[in-house]
């Protein structure tokens, strides 16, 4: 583009001509606009010489009022006929290219800003994707003409155009500010050299964020397995052990590459996109995404792995689906090998889908397999995609992580290292999970029904039901070489073969565990259902009348606006009123007039599906409901006794539930819900002492119901508790105290009517017993028996008496008493 009118006549009728037919959009504009200084020239560069890369980035600079990339720019003395320039030279016709130098605009660029130190530029690197923009897809013809990492020449381009035109998306990237680059005085070539191989990283880094990286055919990449040195040595042990030759093993370690392998396709993405956004726009009201800029921020550049929740068969589809939408690649998502199906296996390993088995015990040659392609993944730039928690949460808690996956990432980053990793933790929120009536089985009781993809489809034979809105909120990122820095200083200096298991590697993927658990629930979104859920099911009856609920609900959202519980965390909009209308509309509520108005209950089925929902959010709650149960059978309290009370019982709480704040915070954030009560009239703060408000206040009750969010995990905790007291010093083993916890909490739900499932849930009774062992609290002789502190009884007692009824403590104790006696019998 130079200055010449006749140019420019037909640059702008080519310009007229294409717009006629393309419909293009910028991703990000408000990111890059802010890093952007109007003071300084700016000049675009693009990665390849295109006519109408240059008209669609032209037409979106107008309507973003940025400087135009064809028009004239000026830096001291050097007047530029345009603003932009290529930094790769054409490819011809058949895609072949030539190599030749730098730009003669930036070379003429730098040498102006080095003969005068008081000027400065801006370059804008632009990127153009055809075929990108989130749609409705109907054509094979147009994924086939996507853009891709093949090298493309003029007939190529033209025939996206055609095909793709109205698909077409921009993206501008953060400026590089030349005069920082020569500031650090490495000579005309060599700073020419410099921005150049920072252009090059850039795009190649922008297409890998945007398509995926190039990654070779799989046939290429699963035989390429068996050359590493860890699987390699794996198939000389296999082939010793058996006496079988090395080929039969090689061979065998082939079938297992085979058998994880996905084959990613990006036909495969394109064709996934059209037929989940007519499942979205079918099943749900919509899909609210929050702070994914942050996704964005650190694609480009690390090895990004997702670690969401799991709620739901959709959630792996949910995930990709919104990525691919917001213009980052889809993961390869580890799934289990019950999902390699016939057909619903194979689609699934063309979007992204690597298999694995179940366990991979007495197997080393599939597990080192398995770890060598991960590897591949993680060293080639590949999003990745697993769930910490293993398997779908049916009571909707976050389950105790599995550390399988955790330790194949951490072993795989000390062999090699040159991309750092990041992991996302990503919250999924629904006002009603899919596969809500399989759970509502499960929760009555019904042993757990093998998963399958087909799950899926038979919601369709449901779709007169309102699913409501799904949240999609992406957590704060967690560096892993950051997180290896606090929790081993050295891990740099050590060896790092590929056999190499230090021995803090278990230790440190807990770690990793727990805090990635808690930056999944710092995430969280709080919908209606949720606080619906959590108001009913405080009460005795499981009912209100509609005023009632809408001041409870009310209550909850100005507690979570005073205190939020992270940044992280997202609430709805409306009123109390609002939230009831909306949960009504789903017919998660039923409802009864009379002639004082109306009466808003759950039904048998609801009631214990609505366990689900509060549970999501049950993190949340549990400090302010904590809190809020030490006024169930005190008047008065000091600060200094519940800070003392709530420090005894925190750590479970935190252990179980991932609650977020550490035991040295937990002062501080204590402080902020106490002056919050006070703020909303549920407590008084005088001479010191905190007062709670008069018995028959409505306030009082408001504190009661807050309180009993958090009652049956206070109460589940005081049964363990007594049945190890009543047992005496080394008389129950850990298996044996988990197993009577179960009984007892079963006995108890049906003589004090709980409609819980999870309140007798051996896996929570298993962890708490755990937390006791880890505490101190407990511990065990060379038999496995469990003897406790000596204090343990007049601990557990004084908190008890703070935060339980004297009727639910007299009925565990009695029922404690009454097995003891029986076991004295026999």
Not at 125 to 138: C, D, H, K, L, R
Not at 303 to 316: A, G, K, Q
Not at 641 to 670: C, G, M, T
């Given at each position: ?36 200084d ?15 890369d ?9 309507k ?8 004239p ?71 086939l ?41 490495k ?32 046939r ?9 040195p ?17 080929e ?14 996905s ?39 690390h ?15 949910l ?77 909707g ?44 089985g ?32 992406f957590g ?11 929790e ?11 056999q ?14 727990e ?84 009466i ?12 689900y ?13 904590l ?64 007062l ?54 079963q ?50 007692e ?29």
């Open positions: 583009m130079t200055r010449s009118p006749l140019r420019r006549l037909v640059f702008g009728a080519l310009h007229r001509l294409l717009y006629l037919w393309v419909r293009s959009e910028t991703i990000n504009q408000s990111a890059f606009t802010l890093k952007l109007r003071s300084k020239p700016v000049f675009y560069v693009l990665q390849l010489p295109s006519i109408s240059l008209a669609v980035v032209d037409s979106e600079c107008r973003a009022g940025l400087p135009r990339p064809i028009l720019v000026s830096v001291g003395k050097l007047d530029e006929p345009s603003a932009f320039f290529y930094l790769t030279p054409e490819a011809g016709w058949l895609g072949g290219q030539d190599k030749r130098g730098a730009s003669p605009t930036l070379v003429r660029l730098l040498n102006t800003l080095n003969a005068d130190t008081e000027l400065d530029a801006q370059i804008v690197p632009v990127s153009v994707f055809w075929g990108q923009t989130p749609a409705s897809e109907s054509s094979p013809w147009k994924l003409f996507a853009d891709s990492w093949a090298v493309t020449g003029r007939l190529r381009k033209l025939l996206s155009i055609l095909i793709l035109g109205r698909k077409t998306r921009v993206q501008f990237s953060a400026p590089i500010q030349l005069r920082e680059l020569l500031a650090q005085d000579g005309q070539e060599r700073t020419q050299r410099m921005v150049h191989r920072l252009l090059r990283v850039h795009f190649r880094n922008q297409k890998a964020a945007v398509i995926g990286p190039d990654i070779s055919h799989r290429n990449l699963v035989k390429g397995l068996i050359h590493g860890q699987v390699h040595q794996a198939i000389l042990d296999e082939a010793e052990r058996n006496k079988t030759p090395v039969k093993v090689e061979e065998q370690a082939l079938r297992y590459g085979n058998e994880i392998a084959d990613y396709a990006y036909t495969a993405i394109r064709f996934l996109e059209v037929v989940l956004s007519w499942f979205w726009n079918k099943i749900y009201d919509g899909i609210k995404v929050n702070h994914i800029e942050g996704v964005q921020e650190v694609a480009h550049g090895e990004v792995i997702y670690v969401p929740c799991h709620r739901s068969h959709i959630d792996y589809l995930l990709s689906y919104l990525l691919f939408r917001n213009g980052l690649t889809p993961p390869h998502i580890a799934a289990g090998i019950n999902l390699n199906m016939p057909v619903i296996g194979s689609l699934l390993r063309r979007g992204g889908a690597f298999f694995m088995r179940r366990t991979f015990k007495g197997n080393p040659l599939y597990t080192a397999v398995f770890n060598e392609y991960l590897h591949t993944l993680f060293s080639r730039g590949f999003p990745v995609e697993y769930f910490v928690e293993g398997g779908r949460s049916r009571t808690r976050m389950l105790q992580p599995k550390t399988g996956m955790l330790a194949i990432t951490l072993r795989s980053f000390l062999r090699s290292n040159r991309l750092p990793i990041v992991f996302v933790p990503v919250y999924i929120g629904y006002e009603r999970v899919l596969e809500g009536r399989t759970y509502l499960e929760l009555r009781g019904a042993s757990k029904k093998k998963e399958s993809i087909f799950d899926i489809f038979k919601v369709i034979g449901a779709l007169k039901q309102r699913f409501g809105s799904v949240w999609v909120n704060e990122p967690l560096k892993l070489a950051e997180f290896l820095d606090a081993q200083p050295d891990w740099r200096s050590q060896q790092l073969a590929p190499y298991r230090p021995s803090w590697l278990n230790d440190t993927a807990n770690h990793l565990a805090r990635i658990a808690r930056h999944l629930n710092e995430a969280a979104a709080v919908n209606p259902v949720n606080l619906v859920a959590l108001a009913l099911l405080s009460t005795s009856k499981l009912a209100l009348d509609e005023k009632a609920l809408a001041r409870v609900l009310d209550l909850y959202l100005a507690l979570l606006r005073s205190v939020p519980y992270s940044p992280h965390t997202t609430l709805p909009e409306g009123d109390g009123q609002a939230l009831i209308e909306y949960v009504q509309s789903m017919d998660l509520l039923a409802a009864q007039k009379d002639a004082l108005g109306k808003l209950y759950l039904d048998e089925n609801n009631a214990v599906l609505m366990t929902y509060r549970n999501n959010v049950l993190h949340i709650f549990a400090l302010p409901a809190l809020a149960s030490f006024f169930q059978s005190n008047a008065r309290i000091s600060r200094e006794q519940i800070l003392r009370y709530s420090r005894a019982l925190y750590p479970y709480l935190q252990s179980e539930l991932f609650i977020r704040w550490s035991l040295d915070e937990l002062d501080a954030v204590i402080d902020q819900w106490l002056a919050a009560f006070v703020e909303q009239g549920l407590l008084r703060f005088e001479d010191g002492v905190f709670r408000p008069a018995p028959s206040s409505r306030q009082f009750v408001l504190l009661t119901l807050l309180s009993r969010a958090i009652a049956q995990t206070l109460q589940r905790f005081y049964m363990a508790i007594a049945l190890v007291l009543n047992a005496g010093q080394n008389a129950l083993s850990a298996e044996e105290l988990e197993d009577l916890c179960t009984v007892m909490a006995r108890l739900s049906i003589l004090h009517g709980l409609n819980a499932p999870e309140f007798f849930d051996k896996s929570l009774f298993r962890h708490f017993i755990q937390t006791l062992l880890d505490e101190g609290v407990l511990t065990q002789d060379e038999a496995g028996k469990l003897s406790h502190h000596e204090l343990l009884g007049e601990l557990a004084g908190a008890a008496k703070r935060v339980l009824p004297a009727e639910i403590r007299l009925s565990i104790r009695q029922v404690a008493l009454d097995h003891n006696d029986e076991a004295a019998e026999l």
